[in-house]
Structure formats: structure tokens, C-alpha cells
């Protein structure tokens, strides 16, 4: 290969090359592009994370019964499509009767079953906050549930050992 050629050859590689970097302006636009997506997507999945606050209250207790009430807040976005509380007495108590929607325990279960999909009570908002009772009947001690589950996702809250009178 002649001297010549190589010359137009290395200056022809080294155009190619001049060409092939990025500007800056291309690396401005890059680096925004990026940023705006790392800040973004964190805040869009944010709004979808389920969350719930559940709080139990005694409203009445009296030999070997007892009423209470559970408020149950939906702290993630709104729940559409029917829902379901679950959490297990601690020590024995068994369901008499509940209201407004289905209110469950198996024979020789602790486990309770709170649950609604009627077109009426399906929906709990985001921020809002569904109101079920019930009465039952214990014997020994009558300890509030600490561990509530609201379609699947473990909630906050807990028990008050209320004992009738007031509102949360």
C-alpha cells in the first residue's frame, strides 16, 4: 500500500471516529433522560403499593361475651372488586353474629373471616375507612388480635381494649 493511500486511509478511520462520539448535547439530552426516569418511576410505583390500617375496639364486654369493632382503612390505592379481612383470636373467642357484610369463623377455627363483594360494599377508597361489628363470647381471657390482613397484605393496627363508649 502506498504512503498516499494510507494517508487518506487514516484520515478517512479518523473522520469515522470524529463521527461516531457522541456530542454533547447528545449527552446532555442522555443524562436528562435518565435522571427524569430514576426520580419518576420510584413515585409510579408508590402509587400502587396496597397498604391498610386496621383497628380493633372493644365496644361492650360483660361475663362471658363481648362486642367489638374493626375499622379497617385502605392506606393504598382504592380496592374495587370486593375485599377480605382475615385475623385469629388469641385466645378461643367464638363468633355469634357480625354486620354489615359476611363475618365467618370455622368450627374450631380462630381464625375470623371478614369479606364483602356486594355491589353496595365492595369499594373501599383510597384514605377511606369501612366500619364492621360483631359479637362473641369468650371464656378465660378476651385479648384483642394483633395481626390483620387485608386481601393479601399484612396491615398495621392493632387493638384497643375499648370497653364500650366513644368513637376511634
Known amino acids: 500500500m502506498s504512503q498516499s493511500l494510507r494517508s487518506v486511509a487514516a484520515r478517512a478511520n479518523g ?3 470524529a463521527h461516531q462520539r ?3 448535547q447528545w449527552m446532555h439530552r442522555l443524562f436528562a433522560a435518565i435522571l427524569v426516569s430514576s426520580v419518576a418511576a420510584p413515585a409510579a410505583f408508590a402509587q400502587t403499593t396496597a397498604g391498610c390500617q386496621v383497628t380493633y375496639r372493644k365496644t ?3 361475663g362471658n361475651g363481648f362486642g367489638a369493632e374493626l375499622a379497617i382503612q385502605n392506606t393504598g390505592p382504592a380496592i374495587t372488586n370486593g375485599w377480605t379481612v382475615l385475623f385469629s ?3 378461643g373467642q367464638r363468633l355469634q353474629n ?6 365467618t369463623q370455622p368450627a374450631g377455627s380462630a381464625q375470623m373471616t371478614i369479606a364483602s363483594n356486594a355491589d353496595w360494599n365492595k369499594v373501599i377508597g383510597s384514605g377511606a375507612t369501612f366500619i364492621v361489628g360483631f359479637n362473641g363470647t369468650f371464656s378465660g381471657a378476651n385479648e384483642v ?9 399484612s396491615c398495621g393496627g392493632g387493638g ?9
Open 15 to 17: 473522520a469515522l471516529a
Open 145 to 153: 388480635p394483633t395481626t390483620f390482613m387485608l386481601n393479601g397484605t
Open 98 to 103: 357480625g354486620w354489615p357484610v359476611s363475618v
Open 89 to 91: 383470636f388469641p385466645n
Open 22 to 24: 457522541p456530542n454533547r
Open 60 to 62: 361492650w364486654e360483660g
Open 160 to 168: 384497643g381494649g375499648g370497653g364500650g363508649g366513644g368513637r376511634w
